[in-house]
């Protein structure tokens, strides 16, 4: 999306930026060392990224 | 799904009521109606002489030469690879073992009865440290030990423990959490509060001092001696959960040095296994990971009911003794186990968790959806067989037992 002040995604960019990194934690020191400010979530797809698994788990009440 | 969450919860309730009492002291042969001549109990899930591991294989020979059924190790080892002796899991028969677990008739087992659903389990009485059958030891010394235990220690200790009645467990659990047991690596404060509810009994009932005083100093000495009635108090515990139809509950977790055996409570007896994994810590002068078996034991039926690696965040000591890292990491074993586990132990609290209850119910399909496996807490034998410990560490059970059960759950329901 655009509007006068060019695509939003550029002005996001353009201030102080503050990052939440969810899953690979090998991001998260690329980014400090860049001084960017950044919190870790540890996050994994469902049985490890197996999709059969996961829809099985899904229809037993995961 | 609303039949898993019931059953689950169930299952959960079951554990939870438990009211294990210690009650007595026993010959093995009078517990186990079907406990033979050259037959021997081992822990973990079933295996054959063939794939025993080499402390596992150096405890069988032993205890072949206990038992009398040969007159040295070498005889021993060539009657078992004959295949002259039978073979089954401590589980079967109502029992558990630290390490290689091993179970014959004469032994003397501790009695723990659960009074709320009355089930009863057995356990045999803790060695001691250094050369002992439960790491492999098998010379001389391990087995004069194991006819004192049989023929002095048990009877005594037997007797005292008949005269008071029976000693509550789930106190001194929840008195050893609050100083720093984790029930499995270390049970120091529950080995002393034991010894100090016990003793005035076995002062009671002795009738020579010289021997009371012998007994009450390997008690005393043994900073690991309440791990085996913790254990049975597991087993005795969990037991009531099982063959709840849907249930995903683990009930027993157990190795044999060579496979990892898990059982879920919705699917009854019924083993799922897979290669058991090599110990990560810190070892004895002189040793190394190349000594290292991978582990064993019956002794993770404590992680089943929410202790030993669960209740890290209490032992903090522990941390530093295994090689898990900094004590002001030890919180982070327990809350990641419950992430694993359907409920806390409002009984069995940690101080240093802001009194909360030990992560408890294991229920296989977070471990499966979150790929986070339960940790053990654990001793380290040597792969040999007859040289005994040489560290301790922490293992993980493998991912795959519960994937296996998951799809075993989904089969006995139906679901695809």
């Known amino acids: 999306m655009t509007d006068q002040n060019g695509p939003q995604y550029q002005r996001l960019l353009a201030g102080k930026v503050e990052v939440v990194n969810v899953g690979l934690e090998g991001f998260v020191k690329d980014l400090h060392d860049c001084g960017i400010g950044v919190v ?20 037993l009440g995961v | 799904m609303k039949l898993i969450e019931d059953a689950n919860q169930q299952a959960l309730a079951r554990i939870l009521e438990g009211e294990p009492r210690l009650i007595d002291i026993v010959p093995a042969s009078q517990l186990m109606k079907g406990l033979r001549d050259r037959m021997i109990l081992h822990a973990g899930p079933p295996i054959t002489w063939e794939r025993m591991c080499g402390p596992m294989r150096g405890a069988v020979a032993g205890a072949i030469v206990f038992e009398g059924w040969a007159q040295d190790l070498r005889s021993a080892t060539e009657l078992a690879a004959s295949g002259g002796i039978e073979f089954h899991p401590n589980h079967h028969f109502g029992a ?5 677990g091993m179970t014959t008739k004469s032994m003397p087992l501790f009695v723990v009865e659960n009074a709320r659903f009355s089930n009863r389990a057995y356990c045999a009485i803790n060695e001691g440290l250094g050369k002992v059958m439960r790491f492999g030891g098998n010379d001389a010394s391990v087995l004069k030990r194991l006819a004192w235990l049989r023929d002095v220690f048990g009877p005594v200790l037997g007797k005292a423990i008949r005269a008071s009645g029976g000693v509550d467990l789930k106190s ?4 050893g959490l609050s100083m720093g047991d984790e029930m499995h690596q270390r049970n120091l404060a529950c080995s002393s509060i034991f010894l100090r509810e016990i003793a005035p009994w076995m002062a009671r009932t002795s009738v020579d001092n010289a021997t009371l005083a012998e007994c009450l100093a390997f008690i005393g000495q043994n900073d690991q001696f309440f791990l085996n009635i913790a254990m049975a108090m597991g087993k005795v515990m969990t037991d009531p959960a099982n063959g709840i139809r849907g249930s995903t509950i683990v009930t027993t977790m157990c190795r044999n040095g060579t496979d990892f055996g898990i059982r879920v409570s919705g699917l009854g007896e019924r083993w799922f296994t897979a290669p058991v994994e090599m110990p990560e810590g810190l070892y004895f002068a002189g040793y190394s990971e190349k000594d290292a078996n991978p582990d064993m034991g019956d002794s993770a039926i404590v992680e089943t009911i929410g202790l030993g690696g669960f209740a890290m965040a209490a032992a903090p000591a522990v941390a530093g003794f295994i090689g898990a890292g900094a004590p002001s990491e030890a919180g982070n074993f327990t809350r990641s186990m419950g992430e694993i586990t359907v409920a806390q132990n409002p009984e069995w609290s940690i101080a240093a968790m802001d009194f909360a209850g030990v992560p408890t119910g294991i229920d296989i399909r977070l471990v499966v959806d979150s790929g986070i496996v339960p940790v053990i807490n654990t001793g380290i034998a040597h792969r040999e067989p007859g040289i005994g410990q040489v560290g301790a560490g922490v293992v993980k059970a493998p991912l795959a037992c519960f994937q296996q059960a998951v799809r075993a759950v989904a089969s006995d329901l139906g679901v695809s």
Not at chain 1, 45 to 58: I, N, T
Not at chain 2, 172 to 175: N, Q
Request: net charge positive; hydrophobic share 50%; proline share 10%.
């Open chain 1, 40 to 59: 870790h979530v540890d996050w994994k797809p469902s049985a490890g990224g197996d999709p059969q698994m996961a829809a099985l788990l899904a229809k």
């Open chain 2, 96 to 100: 558990v073992g630290p390490m290689t």
């Open chain 2, 172 to 175: 001194i659990i929840a008195r």
